[in-house]
């Protein structure tokens, strides 16, 4: 098992998208360009396209989510797949039903693919490892480990607004220690050859070795930002805000949280992200979150495409 | 196998003579190997009363210990100590800072970093090594530190006794085979207490042996159900089962090592017969013919289905090993043909 890619089937494609660590960088580009071609059928009249026409797709969600599955919900009905929503978390697991005997159910119901969101890290894998071959996994996000569509869909942002990637510097501010999405960034952005990846925050919300991912270690925001060109800000967890993590949500803020005055170190055409869903006032301020150099809305829409074309890749090598 | 220490975090634990004398019983109508109990430390494994240590004794423990309940309260360790250390009774101690692990499933090093997982961080294991070596000063206890996981952790053993401090170490043949690095796409059978470490950690646990500091190598034989394997790697089950691979796991090492047969057959048969002040782990006239005969060129490959024991799990699946048991006898009898 170790060593192969469990993600790649035996030519290389597609078979699941579990992480973007050790995806190739053609299959990463593949998809942003997809996504691409369908980021035009959101402003037709009719929002649809028939490519996954009598597809079932499941979202299997054992961790709350209204956003996340919202949007990967309206890609597959973009893409005319019949979609079925499970929050497993108030059901079958409640009644003590493992995770693999509920994933064995929905097979037997003829899924075609999942989409799987969990608290704990490596629960896609698992799940990926144990469904039929036609079965698609695509990780929504389990525990701290990655999110890779998100992680895609801020590539796909960056690009639109940046165009080359090689000569980018990017911070990731915040709660990297307990963040899938910042780890699918800095594995995106290294893929995609960003020479300058920071992360930026207190020490105890930073991984010990997270310098081994490739990034720069910052604890400060004005020599983290200095020109930057991208400042992605990740969302704080209500219950890290106070305790041995962090004193409180409000001197978080004064060092951290993203102001008008700690953006201008950034080069003035700076973008600023965030994941959503966004904390105003504890990790970016309204004026920045609303303002000029902020392209949180437009991560939305491009969200919406870049499943699509990960649910259509994931068809097509079927 | 045909001597058994047999830790106390059985249900109910070992904390009373009744439940000692009936593990002993149900060994003897076996037949099968000699368990030497170990009797717990304090109550209930709660950390809280000592437990009648005498009569524990009397009844056939062997040793005192915490198994992989952490003991948090210092001064009740401290007490259990010097208590043990009044009758000359070893204490068996798995240093791992409770606070420290808290909620910690893989080493903190890369691995954990990258996929994800809750870090136990090396301190973990250092913290409460220093403790513990400090009280063994303070007591003079004679004190027996199980699972070894980390370089540090042996650097400070290795200091310890050449200070002259009175203990002696033992690491699992599964940590002196591999590292965090093994977990590799969250194999759950690699979720083991304490963690995989990183491939440093593991060289210094293997040079430890070699020269010393380490005692012995144990199976820390940990069987898991197949459903609680099956799982999440921070929701599985720690554990991976031992005890048919211990010679097997531990002649590899002493290939590898380049290492006279019989230093690295002590490690697995008279060290810790030491340790645990028993009659066992050594040939010679008068004493029981506990024997093991094996060919070491017998090569074989793990299967874990075809492992007798409860628990298949393990994370040596697929692993070529060298060496075969052809007989173990207990007390002159044949107990095992292979």
């Known amino acids: 098992?170790?060593?192969?890619?469990?993600?790649?089937?035996?030519?290389?494609?597609l078979q699941h998208l579990l992480t973007i660590e050790g995806l190739p960088r053609e299959i990463v580009l593949h998809i942003l360009d997809t996504a691409h071609s369908f980021l035009s059928v959101g402003e037709r009249e009719i929002k649809k396209v028939p490519l996954l026409r009598g597809k079932a797709i499941f979202n299997l969600f054992f961790e709350a989510s209204t956003r996340t599955r919202t949007t990967f919900e309206i890609a597959a009905k973009r893409l005319s797949a019949d979609v079925i929503n499970l929050n497993v978390g108030t059901s079958s697991q409640?009644?003590?039903?493992?995770?693999?005997?509920?994933?064995?159910?929905?097979?037997?119901?003829?899924?075609?693919?999942f989409v799987v969101r969990h608290s704990q890290s490596g629960a896609a894998h698992l799940i990926a490892r144990h469904v039929a071959p036609y079965i698609h996994v695509i990780n929504a996000g389990d525990g701290r480990h990655a999110h890779p569509t998100q992680g895609l869909l801020d590539m796909f942002t960056i690009r639109h607004y940046k165009k080359e990637f090689s000569s980018l510097r990017v911070a990731i501010v915040g709660d990297v220690l307990h963040s899938r999405v910042a780890r699918s960034q800095i594995h995106a952005l290294t893929t995609l050859g960003v020479p300058e990846v920071r992360v930026i925050g207190p020490r105890t919300l930073l991984p010990t070795n997270v310098s081994e991912l490739g990034v720069h270690v910052h604890h400060d925001m004005a020599t983290g930002l200095k020109d930057v060109d991208v400042v992605i800000m990740l969302r704080l967890q209500n219950e890290r805000m106070n305790g041995a993590l962090l004193p409180s949500a409000?001197?978080?803020?004064?060092?951290?949280?993203?102001t008008p005055e700690k953006l201008a170190n950034a080069k003035p055409d700076a973008i600023v992200m965030h994941p959503g869903p966004m904390n105003r006032g504890i990790e970016i301020d309204s004026s920045v979150a609303d303002g000029r150099q902020s392209v949180i809305l437009p991560q939305v829409t491009f969200g919406i495409?870049?499943?699509?074309?990960?649910?259509?890749?994931?068809?097509?090598?079927a | 196998m045909t001597s058994l220490a047999c830790p106390p975090d059985t249900d109910p634990p070992l904390d009373e003579p009744g439940l000692v004398e009936m593990l002993k019983h149900r060994a003897r109508s076996l037949n099968q190997a000699h368990v030497y109990p170990i009797g717990a430390l304090t109550q209930g494994l709660k950390g809280e009363r000592i437990t009648e240590m005498a009569e524990l004794l009397d009844a056939g423990c062997v040793a005192f210990s915490q198994a992989d309940v952490q003991l948090s309260d210092n001064q009740v360790l401290m007490r259990?100590?010097?208590?043990?250390?009044?009758?000359?009774?070893?204490?068996?101690l798995r240093p791992r800072d409770a606070a420290l692990a808290r909620d910690g499933v893989a080493h903190d090093g890369q691995v954990a970093t990258r996929l994800g997982l809750a870090p136990i961080p090396v301190i973990a294991e250092t913290v409460a090594l220093s403790t513990i070596l400090l009280l063994v000063r303070e007591t003079g206890a004679r004190v027996h530190l199980c699972r070894l996981s980390t370089g540090d952790g042996?650097?400070?053993?290795?200091?310890?006794?050449?200070?002259?401090?009175?203990?002696?170490?033992?690491?699992?043949?599964?940590?002196?085979?591999?590292?965090e690095m093994d977990i590799g796409y969250f194999d759950s059978n690699c979720h083991l207490v304490p963690p995989l470490r990183s491939l440093r950690d593991r060289?210094?646990?293997r040079r430890g042996v070699q020269d010393g500091t380490v005692d012995a190598i144990?199976?820390?034989?940990?069987?898991?159900?197949?459903?609680?394997?099956?799982?999440?790697?921070?929701?599985?089950?720690s554990g991976a089962t031992g005890l048919e691979l211990l010679l097997a796991l531990t002649l590899k090492w002493g290939n590898e090592a380049k290492l006279p047969l019989a230093a690295v057959l002590a490690k697995v048969t008279s060290a810790p017969a030491g340790i645990l002040g028993i009659q066992a782990g050594s040939i010679a006239v008068g004493v029981n013919a506990d024997l093991c005969v094996f060919d070491p060129h017998a090569r074989w490959k793990v299967e874990p289905a075809k492992l007798k024991s409860q628990g298949k799990n393990t994370p040596f699946a697929g692993y070529e090993m060298n060496a075969k048991v052809r007989f173990t006898l207990v007390e002159g009898h044949v107990v095992y043909e292979g």
């Open chain 1, 305 to 317: 495409a870049v499943r699509m074309a990960v649910m259509a890749i994931l068809a097509g090598n």
């Open chain 2, 218 to 237: 144990c199976s820390d034989h940990t069987p898991v159900d197949e459903d609680a394997k099956q799982l999440p790697f921070g929701e599985s089950e």
């Open chain 2, 154 to 179: 042996v650097d400070m053993v290795r200091q310890a006794k050449s200070l002259g401090i009175n203990v002696t170490c033992d690491v699992s043949a599964n940590h002196v085979h591999l590292s």
């Open chain 2, 80 to 92: 259990a100590m010097q208590y043990a250390s009044t009758f000359g009774y070893p204490v068996w």
């Open chain 2, 203 to 205: 060289d210094a646990l």
């Open chain 1, 250 to 258: 409000q001197e978080f803020f004064k060092y951290y949280g993203l």
């Open chain 1, 94 to 113: 409640s009644k003590g039903e493992t995770l693999l005997d509920t994933v064995a159910n929905l097979s037997a119901m003829h899924a075609d693919m």
């Open chain 1, 1 to 13: 098992m170790t060593g192969l890619n469990p993600q790649l089937n035996a030519n290389g494609e």
